[in-house]
């Protein structure tokens, strides 16, 4: 994790400047197809596990975002894979009204990546891009890889878009007051002045360097400001981070994607083919996105899924093993563990564990949360309207479903049925396997991709980003 030291609010202001100004000239100077290509030529960069850009990520993430090599590298192949097999091209046909214009984006728009994943900030950069729309990226915390990696890729594959990436790294100033709140908590207040007065007796009472921390303090809230002085910004975080940057700027084009889960489902008859499958979805970045499966309902025989999920959850601990757990999570995960065993010794529930993976055969269809890491309920139901009416009180957090045995017929008729009733908008629906590797128009949180970052959407064009799939 990134130690920061003071930066002068002035350096993000200056980045601002300068996409706002040459910057966007050049870009909206290059072609919408020659921009679609290049970005492609991004991609297959990225894509490629010989090419220097895509062995600087495997070589250096790892260590940044406490996943195993294997592990990540796998995560890596399969998500760049799917964006190389649909491409920036396919993007336009499917989201772009061809009569609209070429540059539909914003003048600026400024990027807040939050996460363990690399590929949500990278992703939506490329799309800014690809709709004439210099970018201001603020990589996440975590991540001090990526935002470098693409930058590279982006000056190999053309110069205009090169120069319209500005990649600024500040602290959140809330964190550098939580940093030091240790057993005080004075109320928020909105007024900046009196916010700043309660950070600075904090810093006196824990006995820090106050001087510093006041400049490093004023300097992210400055920072923070003119990042967000722009016509759009793309916020991923928490849902109080997100709502909080929503709240700074109520005139101006903020999209936010908050806290998203996905969960799966498998038909009777599919148990056996979708385990390995499944385990799988659940292994890649250690269960930690949005798109990681957190809970399935077994529609069949619950216990066929959860011992063929046990036994894919052991082979893939050794070829793709599990990361580095934080203390908080390794408590929870423990904690998960103990409580079932508790409850499988006084019920018809069952635990299926080794050292680094959990499966519970639950005895009910009811949601049960997950520790993550690669902790999975497996629940049983007696059709996808249980499911649904279980998950109804979820809904606006449901980012995927994973689906097996639904493939045709009635079975599929019944499975986007129930879909649509934890809607509007209806969650993404994605086969079991596939969950981790979203197509570039994919239907990202209710919407496609590129329908929020258009500056003024033709009718045609939120047609088409209401029906991504």
Same mark, same amino acid.
């Given at each position: 994790? =990134?130690?920061?030291?003071?930066?002068?609010?002035?350096?993000?202001?200056?980045?601002?400047?300068?996409?706002?100004?040459?910057?966007?000239?050049?870009?909206?100077?290059?072609?919408?197809?020659?921009?679609?290509?290049?970005?492609?030529?991004?991609?297959?960069?990225?894509?490629?596990?010989?090419?220097?850009?895509?062995?600087?990520?495997?070589?250096?993430?790892?260590?940044?975002?406490?996943?195993?090599?294997?592990?990540?590298?796998?995560?890596?192949? +399969?998500?760049?894979?799917?964006?190389?097999?649909?491409?920036?091209?396919?993007?336009?046909?499917?989201?772009?009204?061809?009569?609209?214009?070429?540059?539909?984006?914003?003048? +600026?728009?400024?990027?807040?990546?939050?996460?363990?994943?690399?590929?949500?900030?990278?992703?939506?950069?490329?799309?800014? &891009?690809?709709?004439?729309?210099?970018?201001?990226?603020?990589?996440?915390?975590?991540?001090?890889?990526?935002?470098?990696?693409?930058?590279?890729?982006?000056?190999?594959?053309?110069?205009?878009?090169?120069?319209? &990436?500005?990649?600024?790294?500040?602290?959140?100033?809330?964190?550098?007051? =939580?940093?030091?709140?240790?057993?005080?908590?004075?109320?928020?207040?909105?007024?900046?002045?009196?916010?700043?007065?309660?950070?600075?007796?904090?810093?006196?009472?824990?006995?820090?360097?106050?001087?510093?921390?006041?400049? &490093?303090?004023?300097?992210?809230?400055?920072?923070?400001?003119?990042?967000?002085?722009?016509? +759009?910004?793309?916020?991923?975080?928490?849902?109080?981070?997100?709502?909080?940057?929503?709240?700074?700027?109520?005139?101006?084009?903020?999209?936010?994607?908050?806290?998203?889960?996905?969960?799966?489902?498998?038909?009777?008859?599919?148990?056996?083919?979708?385990?390995?499958?499944?385990?799988?979805?659940?292994?890649?970045?250690?269960?930690?996105? +949005?798109?990681?499966?957190?809970?399935?309902?077994?529609?069949?025989?619950?216990?066929?899924?959860?011992?063929?999920?046990?036994?894919?959850?052991?082979?893939?601990?050794?070829?793709?093993?599990?990361?580095?757990?934080?203390?908080?999570?390794?408590?929870?995960?423990?904690?998960?563990? $103990?409580?079932?065993?508790?409850?499988?010794?006084?019920? @018809?529930?069952?635990?299926?564990?080794?050292?680094?993976?959990?499966?519970?055969?639950?005895?009910?269809?009811?949601?049960?949360?997950?520790?993550?890491?690669? @902790?999975?309920?497996?629940?049983? $139901?007696?059709?996808?309207?249980?499911?649904?009416?279980?998950?109804?009180?979820?809904?606006?957090?449901?980012?995927?479903?994973?689906?097996?045995?639904?493939?045709?017929?009635?079975?599929?008729?019944?499975?986007?049925?129930?879909?649509?009733?934890?809607?509007?908008?209806?969650?993404?629906? $994605?086969?079991?396997?596939?969950?981790?590797?979203?197509?570039?128009?994919?239907?990202?949180?209710?919407?496609?991709?590129?329908?929020?970052?258009?500056?003024?959407?033709?009718?045609?064009?939120?047609?088409?980003?209401?029906?991504?799939?």
């Amino acid at each position: 994790m =990134r130690v920061y030291n003071e930066m002068r609010a002035h350096k993000v202001d200056d980045a601002r400047k300068r996409l706002s100004r040459r910057a966007r000239r050049k870009l909206r100077a290059v072609p919408l197809a020659e921009r679609a290509e290049a970005l492609d030529g991004v991609i297959a960069m990225l894509a490629d596990p010989a090419s220097s850009v895509r062995r600087e990520l495997e070589e250096h993430l790892p260590a940044c975002l406490g996943l195993h090599p294997a592990t990540l590298r796998a995560g890596l192949d +399969c998500a760049f894979s799917a964006w190389k097999a649909s491409g920036m091209r396919a993007l336009v046909d499917a989201q772009l009204d061809p009569e609209g214009p070429d540059a539909a984006g914003f003048d +600026c728009t400024s990027i807040l990546c939050g996460g363990v994943l690399p590929m949500p900030g990278i992703e939506t950069a490329l799309d800014c &891009l690809l709709l004439g729309s210099p970018v201001l990226l603020r990589p996440a915390v975590r991540d001090e890889v990526s935002a470098r990696v693409l930058q590279t890729a982006l000056a190999a594959a053309h110069p205009a878009l090169a120069a319209a &990436l500005e990649v600024v790294d500040f602290a959140n100033p809330d964190a550098l007051r =939580r940093d030091f709140e240790h057993d005080f908590a004075p109320d928020h207040n909105e007024d900046a002045q009196a916010e700043r007065a309660a950070w600075m007796d904090i810093q006196r009472r824990s006995g820090s360097d106050l001087n510093l921390n006041a400049r &490093l303090y004023d300097s992210a809230r400055g920072a923070l400001g003119y990042f967000l002085d722009v016509d +759009c910004v793309v916020a991923y975080g928490s849902d109080e981070t997100v709502q909080r940057i929503a709240e700074q700027r109520p005139e101006r084009r903020t999209v936010c994607y908050g806290h998203r889960f996905s969960v799966a489902v498998v038909a009777r008859g599919a148990e056996q083919a979708a385990a390995p499958k499944l385990a799988r979805d659940v292994c890649l970045w250690d269960q930690l996105g +949005c798109l990681s499966p957190t809970i399935v309902w077994a529609l069949g025989d619950a216990d066929l899924l959860a011992d063929a999920l046990a036994e894919n959850f052991a082979e893939l601990s050794r070829v793709l093993p599990r990361g580095e757990v934080p203390l908080e999570a390794a408590a929870r995960f423990a904690n998960a563990r $103990a409580e079932l065993e508790v409850r499988a010794a006084n019920s @018809a529930a069952r635990l299926l564990g080794g050292e680094h993976w959990l499966v519970a055969r639950e005895t009910d269809a009811r949601f049960r949360g997950s520790p993550l890491y690669r @902790a999975l309920p497996v629940c049983p $139901a007696r059709d996808l309207a249980e499911v649904s009416a279980t998950l109804k009180p979820f809904a606006r957090w449901l980012s995927t479903i994973g689906h097996a045995g639904f493939k045709t017929g009635r079975a599929r008729a019944d499975l986007l049925e129930a879909c649509a009733t934890l809607g509007p908008p209806p969650p993404r629906l $994605a086969p079991i396997g596939q969950m981790q590797a979203p197509r570039l128009c994919w239907r990202h949180d209710g919407a496609g991709t590129l329908l929020p970052l258009l500056q003024n959407p033709t009718p045609l064009e939120r047609q088409l980003g209401a029906q991504a799939v």
